[in-house]
């Protein structure tokens, strides 16, 4: 058995050859070692951001990144090319549309999308088996609809934070501003906005991304919850809104 049972894999022990059962005996070993040293509690624990392009997902994700040693970033597979100084490997997994169709028909991902026309984006298994190796959490920065279906996936292991801004012009603004996409790309992106907000209430918790040091603050609130305490999360957490209920 490999940690592919966790995200229910459609393959059976029966398909399964010795190699598989070889790594399920490393992995085993490594949870052993990794529970030692105090990340027995947080095992197999999946942290999940999703938001329209341009709201800040990425900005706290690495923020989020750098306080908790215990976290590890989920490394989609994509198939638009690199973008700035984006790295395969790093911020992703490059690959053409026909490799990522291949990949799609060998049951590779956990979860994909076409998030924008011609551009896919998914979850490898392999990288779940990769993180949760070494008794990471996985953090992941996913569109709405890959959000909402690994929380489908991983249930009470999962936190699903939404990310929100004020308005979908202050998205623009921001796409505009980190002057990483053109314009063409930018409309393609505030054009989906809209319907990407009407997700927000399928989410554990929404978050108001409007002064960013507030939004790390309360960001780190409920990560840090969420992997030591095993809490859930406030409903809304704004930075700067009237809104404040509790789940
Ligand atoms: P996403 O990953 O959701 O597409 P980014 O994290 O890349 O969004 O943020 C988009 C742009 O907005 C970046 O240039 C980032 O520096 C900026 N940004 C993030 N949060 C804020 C904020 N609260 N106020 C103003 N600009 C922000
Ligand atoms: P970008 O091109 O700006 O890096 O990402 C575009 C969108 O794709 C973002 O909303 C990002 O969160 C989403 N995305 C990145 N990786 C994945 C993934 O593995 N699955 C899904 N469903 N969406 C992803």
Known sequence: MTFHNFYRDTETVEN?????????????IMVIVAAGNNFSNMQNKVIIFSAPSGSGKSTIVNHILGLFPELEFSISATSRAPRGSEKNGREYYFFSEEEFRKMISENKFVEYEEVY??????????ELDRIWSKGHVIIFDVDVKGGVNLKRIFGE???SVFIRTTSVEELRRRLIARGTDSMEAIEKRVAKAAEEMTFAEKFDCILVNDVLDDAFAEAEKVVGSFIRENRSCFRTIPSHSTQHSQK
């Open 157 to 159: 292991q999962a936190l």
């Open 16 to 28: 399964q050859n010795y190699s598989t059962f070889a790594a399920a005996a490393v992995n085993f």
């Open 117 to 126: 026309s011609g551009s896919y984006y998914g979850t490898l298994k392999s």
